[in-house]
Each structure stands twice: as C-alpha cells, then as structure tokens.
C-alpha cells in the first residue's frame, strides 16, 4: 500500500506540474474523468472494445474508444473478448457484426450505426458501418454521447453525412505563413518534411475524423506553382500517408499559370492541347504517389490570379480542361466562384452571379463550384449568396470563413455556428418555397462543404479556446447542414468544458455572433474595416485604387443617409433573388432590419421598429454591442472554479481585450457616423473616448494575417 | 483501497494520454521521478522548504525547489517549519539566515551559497544570499545536484558569476518573424500583448533564470524603429514585468536613425544637440514604464544599417550619445562590432579589428563593444576574434550564435559548447601568455556575455530536443566561462534525459560539432553556404554583388590549390593576432590543421600530418564526418526504450535528416572541389551520388530563417 501510495503521488506530481496544466491542446477530446455516477454508468457499458478486423482504420477507432472510455470513467478499458456490456465495432467483413444482418449497405460509404443488441446472449453496443471509416466515425459518436454524460443505454442511431465533401481550406504558404491566419504558423513544417512526421499531423487528422472532416486542402489559394513541383509533392505525400487511416484526403491549391512557372510552356491557355497534356501529366504523377488524392482548389481571374480570362476562355473552359486531367484517377476540381474583376464598375456584389450563372450546366461532372457563403467577403452578416439555387444544373459547395479575418481575430469570443445556420436555413424560394441553402447543397450529385481554417501551431490549434468551437460547428455543419448551432455549442461546451458548464457556456456562445454585429456593423453595414490587415475599424477610409476596397462604397453614409441602395433604383443586386425574395428585400418596409443597410439607402431620420429613428437605433445597436462583450465577462466570471484555471485565465484576457477592441469599433464608428451624419449623439449616449481624428490615425501595420 | 486504486487508474489515464507525452516542453526541468534509492537519499535531506521572507523572487526560489524535489522524490513536498533535513532559504533579511553569520556581502548581488548546516540544533541545508535572485540561483543549482541523482550531503558550495550580462539576442521582428530562427515564430505575441500574458513568458523566463541568464534583448538587431513607439513600449513593459522576479532584465535593439523615422527629426547626426536631447527623452520615457530596464544593442554601419558613419561620426561617438542617454537611469549600450563596409576591399576577417582598436579607450564608461567569438560571422570553426585582448582599455562581451544558422539548422545534432570552449580557452597572449578569452571577457569591469537566442513557439522550444542543449550551455558559460563543455553536457542529458543515460548521450554531444565541421567545412574553410537562407553547400557561388559574400571569396580554390592567405604575403589578418599567435598562425607548418585553409593558401599535393596530400585529407574529413553522423545513429539507436518514446522518435528522426545532408553536403564539396583542382578522387573514395550540376541547381527557396 505504501509503495502504491508513493507511485500515486509520483503520478500525482507528474499530473501537477504546470507544463502539464489544461492548455486546450486536448480540444473537445479532453476524456477527463466524468462524475463518479455517470462514470459508473458509463463503465458498465463499456467493459472491453471488442474488434475482429484488423484494419488500421478500425484499430484506430478501437484505440480511441480504449483512450476516451479509459479517460472518462477512470477505469482501464481495453481490447477484450466478448461479454456483457462489451462494445464490438466493426464491418461485415468480422463475421460477429455479419451474423447480426445490419443494413449496412445502405449506410454508404462513410455513414455507421450504434446499436444495443444482443450478440450471443449477451447485452452489448455494437458499432457497424459498411467501410472501416464509418466504424470510426461511429466510435467517435459514442465517446460523444458518453463526453456529454449521457446513457449509453437502448442506442439506435443511424447516420450517414449529408454532404460528401467536407474539407478544411488552408491558406497556408510554402514559408509556413498563413493568410488570415491567427493561430501561429502553418502546421505544415515543410523544411523538415518528408523527413520528420510531427505527431501533431496524427492529432490534427484524429480531430478533423472526430467531426467527420475528409478533406485538407493543404496550401492557400493564392497560390505558388512550386507547391506542384517534385520537391513538394514527396513532403504532401508523407502527409497524406499520415492521414489516410483517419479517412482525410488531400487536396492541392493549383497556380492555372503553373504550366508556364514550372512547366516551361509559353502558355496556359486551357484549349492549348500542350497546357492540356501538361496537367495530364502532373495529374498522373501526383497520383501515382498517392491514389486517393482528393483534386484541385482553384482561385482563377479573382484578385489578380491568372485564370482562364487571361486567354478570352470561360471558368467552365478552365475548369473542364483540369477536371479532365483528374477524371482518370477520381478526382475533382473545386472552383472558386469568388471573383470580382479589376476593371468592372458592377456592384462587387452581384458580380459572382453575373460571371457564373449563366455557366449553369457547363461544368464537366467532376467539378464543382465552390460558392462563399454571402455575395462579398465572410462579413459578420451577410444575406445568403444568390447563387445558391440558381445554379441548379451545377454542383456547388458552400465555403464559409472559420479563421476570423472580418470577426475580431483570434481574441474576440465569437461562436460562428448561428451565422452558417442563418445561410444554412435561408429559404432560396428556388425552384420553389422550403428549398433552403441546405437543400440545396445537400441535393446536388457532387455536394460539399469547405471552411478557411483556423488552426495553426498555436499549443491551443485555433488561436483561443472558443475558436475551436468554430473548427468543431464546421464539422458538425458539413456533415449534417440541418444541425442545429444550439445542439452543436452545447456538445462542444461539455466535450471541451465538462458537462456541468455545457449550459452557461453554450449561452454566452450563442450570443457571441450578434455581440461582433452589433459592435463592428449592424444593420446590414459591411466591411468598414481598417485597410489589409482587417484589424479594427476604418469606414471612413476612402483613398483606396479600386472604389470597392473602399468601405465607403459599401455604407454610402451622407448627410441625408446611410446604406448601399440594391434595389432596381440602385445596383438592383436583389434582383439576383427569386422574385418572392426579391419583392420582401426590395422593400424597405418588409426587409428584415438586420439588412436593411445592405440593400437600401435610408434616411437617418427613418423610424424602426424600436420607435427610434435609424441614427438612434444605429447608435443603439453599437452600444448593445459593447454591452453584450460587458455581460459574457460577466458570465465567464461566474465560471471560475468550474473550470480550470489555466483556460479560464486565458479566456478572461481575451474577453478583457474583446471589450476594449469592441468599445474602439463603437467609438470610431460613432464618431465617424456623427461627422458624416451632422448628426448630434442622442440624448444620455456617452460619447466616445477621442475625437474622431484619434481614431484615423490608429495604425496597426504588424496586426497578422495579412496577404503577401 | 478500491477508491484509491480507481483513483490510480483516473490518474495513470490522464497521464497516458498522448498529449501528456513528453514533447520537450520541460526542458531540463522535467523532475521526473528518481530510482527509488535515490529518491529516498534525496528526500531525507529535503523534507521541508523554511522561507521567512515575503519576497517574490524568494516565493519563486521556494516554489521551485517544492516543485522539483516533489518530482523528483515522488513524495509531497512543501513549506514547513524548521526540522531535520529542512532547506533553508533566504537572505540576511530573514534573522534565522542572519544567525548563521554567513559571509553573504562577499557574494556580490547575484551569487549564493549552499551548504550543510545545524540550525537549532536540526541538521539542514541553507541557501542563502546576499540578493533574493541569488536564492533564487541557489535553488535551481540545488535542484541541478538532485536531477543528477548526486548526494545532497555536506553541501558547501559558494558561487557568484564571472561575468555582469549574460544576454540573450532575439532577432525577432514585430510581425514575429525570427531572423535566422528555426524554431517556429517569436516568442513575443505583440498583437496579444499587453491584455494576454502568455504563461510561456513565465515559462520562458524560468528557464533562463534556471541557467543564470539575466537580460534579453526582445528584438533584432536589424531594428525596427517602431519597437521604441508608446504602442510597442506598452507590450514590452508588460514583459518586463514578468520576468523581474526571474531576475531578468529586458533590452531593446535601437535603430540609430530612429530620431528620424519615429522621431520627426531631419538627422541622427550624434553630435547634433536636437538627437541627443530625443534619445534622452526617450530613455527617460522607457525608464518610466520600466525602471530596471537594461540598455540598447546597437547593430551600427554594418551591412546597411545606419549609423554615425553617415555623419563622418566613429563609431565611439554615437554609442556615447546613447549612452549618456542611458547613464543617469543605470543603463549600458551594447555596441556590436560586427561590422564590414559596402565598399572597403580589406579582407572581411580585418575590418572589426581595423575599425575598432583604434578606439580603445575612447567609449563611455557605460558602453560596452558586442565582438564575435570569431572574425567572420559564426562559422563553424574560426579562430577567436583579434580584438579580444587588443582594447584592453574597452570592456568587451562575446557573441556567439545559439540559433545554427551555420551549423545546419534544427535538424543537425550540434552541441556548441566545445566551440565556445576553444574560443573562451584560446590564448590571447596580451598582454602576456595565459591571457585567455576568458579571463578577457572576466576582467573588465563591465563584463557579459550575449547568445543569439535559438527558442520560439516551436513545443520544444528550440525546434530539436538537442538544441536545447546549447540554451543551456551557453547560459552555464556566461555564468562561468571557464565551465567545461563536457561537464556542462552531462548535467544537461543528466536533467533532460536522465541520469541514467546522461554518459551515453553526452558522449555524442561532444564529438556532433566536429561532425558538423568535417562533413561542411574541414579544415579551416569557411563561409562554403548556399545564398541567403545558408541551407545546404554553394562552394561555387561566385556571382554576389559583393566579393566577401561570395563562397569563392573565401576558399579561393583553384588548380593549383585552396585557402585564404592572409599571412603578410595575403592580407595578412594574421598581424591583428599577438606577435607569438602570428608567428605560429602565420606558419603553414605550425598552424594547426584545422585552421590551415584559414590562413593559407595550400598546394593539393601538401602533405598532412597523416601523410595525405591535402586533397586526400580534405576528402577523407567530408567522408569522417558523415561517417560521425552515422556513428550518433548507432549510438541514439541503442538508447531506444531508456528515453520516452515520442522524444527518442524525433532525435531518430532528426539524424536520418542530418545524415541526408551531410552526404549532400559532402558529395557536393568533393564534386566542386574535385572539379576546380582538375583532380581525380583517391582511391577507394566513393564518388558522389550525382554530378556537380544537379547540386548546383538545388533550390530551396522557402527555406526558413533568411533576412526579411
């Protein structure tokens, strides 16, 4: 007993140190010991982890559900024979899960089952699928259920993803810079690669597998032609080679130039037979090193890429000619729709839909159109893209922005979940009523999800503890884009928090969203950010080359009102719409007020909803905004002791620097809306900190993420 | 029994979770549990830490010794009163320090002393101090005699540092980009400071305060004018504050043509009133944020930095104006004497020397004049630097490179004490014989030490376990420069790896730094590195702007045969040395070989001292050296299952990289040499793997590290 006690203290001490402290590296699989009540119930439904196959994908999840039930219950569960309360995973091919005759053909090529069944008189969970990943995904919805402390008793679930592919989009650079990054440098070490295999690869594919993520776009779409050549496709090969058992494939940001950076041709005019034959080419010798690679992410004619525009050709022309390079070996071609042209005077908004709509049908069927989610640029709100449901001969993907570029960085506490749900359930009206973003996804033959990562080398992946519920919402969304952000925050609350704060916490996620609106750009405002970087406010700046990287272009505030008129009087951008959406946005009376100012040129003096006239709701809603910041570290405040101290302690310097960040936006936004306005600042409103001169010249040149 | 047993398993579980592997985090402050017996010996002389002064830095010291002797023992140690194997901690503040009449005034303000005393009658040991930072100091080299498994019995150890500041240089730019760093960005998060204090800096100042390193300078030499701006002065004020207790004071690098970037100024003429009276200002104005602040490192008219050279100025004259700055608050100038112009066609190894002797005696009593160990720019072997001991009249500290930016990144295994060693111990012979470097660098009265840092955000601090290595090291020889490298390396595996494996992983250590000079650069040649970034053999370049940024400048290999003369018949760098080292350096019969292609140029047919021709001596040290690598393959092999595992697969990792390299480097010197000689390769040599031209078109573009 003394000697046990003294290894208990050695453990004990090896537990306490510091570098041993909760830093978020666990993510929402943190397996920390349950309450002794739950902990029992879920011990007795998990006595042994039985497996018959040896697949390395199914020893995977078998590990998995040994490391998480382990964790959880405080008891050593492992690999075992078959007895009661023993979870047996696996396909048909282990003749145990054969002789139960479970449909599992018709759970598709990644869905799975858990099920309480009976196997040879004994009461057991059994963990099925129709191919060894869904076994996986199957393990990693136990360990959910049993994370939030719930019963593992009567299990009937049947699941299969909606969506088919579901990737995380890396804006990272051969030099390890990450485009709007915010969590430290990109995780891919190319230096070191082939050679050194960081087992952080291994953690990040077992977190994107834990939410159901298969797809790693590994470089930035803006892209170098180098990441094709020999020197880096041996180091994507070792990646890919890392995440293949997790059920992650890789995908290459593809330069439409390269065949002329590299390849040595004068040209990379899509219809040139030698252009052609040279992607052929590159196509087979990348997928001779790795077969299952996932395809081409392509960024063509948008913000000074070349593109096919270079030779007078359409995107469908661009795209049909990579697509046949990659068709032979299954792969596919994402396009980026995002494009808005150098020269054309058209409102950026309605550009997308001008240069894409009328491709419908064009595309060969193994590409497919990767669409953002709102017609500008992952604004805090957005209306849904009007090409969702207008396109509906052509797969398109959503790709919505995780990393934070236009919602606070990294610090600002800002659960991103409602804002994908928003355009998630917004209704196209096309072809008819109840066709939503969703459905419309989720019904095209190639159908797909993409989200602009936001982790990095930071100890915590995203760059803050709530951000990582942004990288988790995106998972659960691509998988199911029905899911509920509610349901998703508190899952990820009592995964990463413990079940006993999942509700308080879950609640200050929730409001977090509308708190960055309300602070940075309510009432349908759009990108009044401060110039490159992003950082901070800048709605006066108006000396930039193009009028459309000026935020004054899209709030047209004057002394007589504020807003980007889109309707038929102006840029007629809602007439993009179906009419039934077209004739309630179109209308300043019916528009729902949180986008009245990103369809309509309205009069300061114009009454709302609240009674007020739009000055004083505009001012109204900045100061709800800084408000809301005030009551989450209020909410945050009431958790400490309930979490651990190091993550607490982090949290609350980030919400701390959130409110002063947020008390800036409203303060310059104010000081400038009352210049450009005439306007006086209602009655009580505490005016801001400095004059508004103070504000214009905040310069912040080393503020991340910047292109370059 | 049951209960605690489960709670056993939740611990043991928690602990063997991946993410609780040991990844290098700890450093060499692991305090891991000792073999029992040890444990036993070192507990019985450790029962309690007795603190009775409320200091910080002392609360720290105790923390410490809690924390460590904790681990270490596998037992619960903690504050207590006084009784038999009690540490005793403080300064002559505490009256039961004072009783013991200890001669703690003579320690000076960082020194201390350990020792076995009675105490009312009980036996323990005191650490005691005239400062509360040498407690501090005393704590951590307690722990140190622990970590190594030794006997804590009659202690009786007096200790003060032989040098004022032991520094170290980060090179790290406001966006946190390291110059020549390859462990991932900078430390410094200045876009989360001052509202988030990272626990790393706390972690980060531990460590350092662990070895005796006392000053950081936060950024690059290569300075941005902003780092001395309000906005940044806030952040770096932040950090001084947490690392005060560590007894860690912070530095800023100056631009000398800040008065006119951020200053309004038309000159930084240093002798114009106007940018005297602003850098006052300026001190004063840091000096009220941070009291204790260190100085400024001034890297001056050196590869386009600007200086008092563009005002006709010496170099004495504008570190003077800085410092008269600095004097009235305590501060020093740091004034690097890395210096070769633009224009001058002197050998690059003479200007430092030609540029600074003169003024010996003409810098202000707070000035103190940075020199490189060696005379070029910290290859892997150099003669020590000719103006150690030629200003006898100007306190001069060494700068050596941590970071490898010549010793082949993070992924080669070079341990650097043995280089520092040979310089420190190289006889300077003025004024007379016995004069080594270090008792140069000891004898001024402002005396230091700088180290240019090799730790960022890589978990491993250093981007290699072994790396870490030369941290520490360099921190053991500013402290004690006549500290011998192979004691310090058996302490470091002793503590980072354990005692049980500290013989076998220190004897690798010690012969890794040859490896390195054989397999890049044997014999004294030098500066052979590919263009910019350094990564990988350019011997052939020769089409630089400038002829001393040429490899070609520096081994000047023909026909006939290699070296760079530089006895009276060459340049004659030789006469900067004291007339006995001329004499001896300037004799090719009497040099010693590893320094011949230094200081000679040498006909192929030369015969060595083992009775090859030079040619056949050169070939047969690339071929030793990859041969060396191959050696620490064996020797790391065998330790496989004596180290944790994740550690153990990275270093294995690690050496299959640096063996890799240096065949490349290897068959690409004797491919170019072989070529530029016209001579055949001896016989039995193994000819390189590829033609000479497949070597020079090696480009690795994105390599890390490279000046921006």
């Known amino acids: ?99 139960l005759r479970l449909p ?85 070490d190319w230096q070191k690669l082939p050679g050194f295999s960081d087992p952080r690869y291994t953690d990040y594919a077992r977190a994107n597998a834990s939410v159901g993520i298969n797809g790693a776009v590994l470089n930035n779409v803006n892209a170098s032609p180098d990441m094709l050549t020999p020197a880096f496709l041996t180091k994507v090969e070792r990646l890919a080679t890392i995440f293949r058992p997790w059920g992650i494939r890789v995908y290459l940001s593809a330069k439409f130039s390269a065949p002329i950076e590299i390849g040595g041709l004068k ?24 077969p299952d690679f996932g395809g081409f992410l392509v960024k063509a004619n948008s913000e000074g890429q070349p593109g096919p525009g270079d030779y007078g050709r359409s995107h469908a022309e661009g795209a049909n000619m990579l697509a046949a390079a990659l068709k032979p070996h299954g792969g596919v071609v994402m396009w980026r729709a995002f494009v808005y042209a150098h020269d054309k005077p058209e409102d950026r908004a309605k550009q997308a839909y001008s240069e894409f709509q009328p491709l419908d049908g064009k595309f060969a069927d193994n590409v497919i159109v990767q669409v953002k989610n709102g017609p500008i640029d992952f604004q805090p709100r957005e209306p849904f893209h ?12 959503m790709e919505v922005q995780i990393t934070k570029e236009y919602l606070g960085f990294a610090t600002h506490l800002a659960y991103l979940g409602p804002m994908w749900e928003e355009v998630l359930r917004s209704d196209t009206y096309r072809p008819r009523r109840g066709m939503t973003v969703a459905k419309v996804l989720a019904q095209s033959r190639l159908s797909g999800m993409a989200g602009v990562a936001n982790v990095g080398t930071d100890r915590n992946w995203s760059g803050s503890q709530f951000d990582q519920a942004n990288w988790y919402a995106f998972g659960r969304m691509a998988w199911n884009p029905d899911d509920r952000a509610s349901d998703i925050a508190r899952d990820w609350a009592a995964m990463t928090w413990g079940p006993a704060v999942a509700d308080p916490v879950a609640a200050m996620m929730l409001q977090s969203r509308q708190a960055v609106v309300d602070y940075m750009m309510p009432l349908g405002l759009h990108h009044l950010f401060a110039t490159g970087h992003h950082y901070g406010p800048g709605p006066w700046v108006d000396d930039l080359a193009r009028p459309d990287w000026n935020p ?119 000081a400038y809306f009352a210049e450009v306005s005439g306007r006086a600042l209602p009655a009580g409103v505490v005016p801001p900190t400095h004059p508004l001169a103070w504000y214009k010249a905040v310069r912040t040149p080393y503020a991340p993420g910047n292109g370059r």
Chains 1, 2 share one sequence.
Request: charge should be neutral; charged fraction near 25%.
């Open 386 to 397: 009007p090409l969702f449901g207008a396109m509906p001969r052509t797969p398109l993907m």
């Open 267 to 290: 040209t990379a005019d899509p219809l040139d037979p030698a252009v052609a034959a040279w992607w052929r080419a590159k196509a087979d010798e990348i997928y001779a090193r790795i």
């Open 552 to 670: 004054v272009y899209y709030h047209k505030a004057d002394r007589a009102g504020i807003g980007f008129d889109r309707t038929r009087s102006g840029s007629d951008a809602v007439g993009q719409y179906a009419p039934a959406l077209a004739k309630r946005w179109g209308d300043p009376a019916t528009v729902p007020e949180d986008l009245l100012l990103w369809f309509h040129h309205v009069p300061w003096e114009r009454r709302m909803a609240s009674g007020r006239t739009l000055w004083e709701e505009l001012v109204a809603r900045y100061d709800r905004g800084v408000a809301e910041v005030a009551a989450m570290q209020g909410q945050w405040a009431a958790l400490r002791g309930r979490v651990d101290e190091q993550r607490h302690d982090e949290v609350s310097q980030f919400l701390t620097i959130q409110r002063a960040e947020a008390q800036w936006w409203r303060d310059a936004c104010i």
């Open 104 to 188: 599992l053909a018709g759970l598709g090529p990644e869905g799975y089952l858990v099920r309480s069944v009976t196997v040879e008189g004994r009461p057991v969970t059994v963990i099925a699928a129709d191919r060894p990943v869904g076994v996986l995904y199957g393990a990693f919805r136990l360990l959910r259920i049993a994370q939030a402390g719930q019963s593992l008793d009567r299990l009937a679930i049947v699941e299969r993803p909606r969506l088919a592919l579901r990737v995380l989009n890396h804006w990272d650079n051969p030099d390890r810079y990450v485009e709007r990054g915010y969590a430290g440098q990109s995780l891919w």
């Open 1 to 99: 007993m003394l000697k046990s006690l003294g290894w208990m203290m050695a453990l004990w001490v090896a537990c306490a140190t510091p570098a041993r402290a909760e830093d978020g590296y666990d993510l929402w699989l943190r397996y920390r010991p349950l309450p002794a009540a739950q902990a029992d119930a879920v011990a007795s439904k998990a006595t042994t982890v039985v497996r018959d196959e040896d697949d390395e994908t199914i020893r995977l999840a078998a590990a998995e559900l040994e490391r998480g039930l382990s964790g959880l219950t405080g008891r050593r569960i492992a690999g075992g024979d078959l007895g009661e309360g023993a979870i047996v995973i696996g396909t048909a091919r282990s003749a145990r899960i054969a002789a």
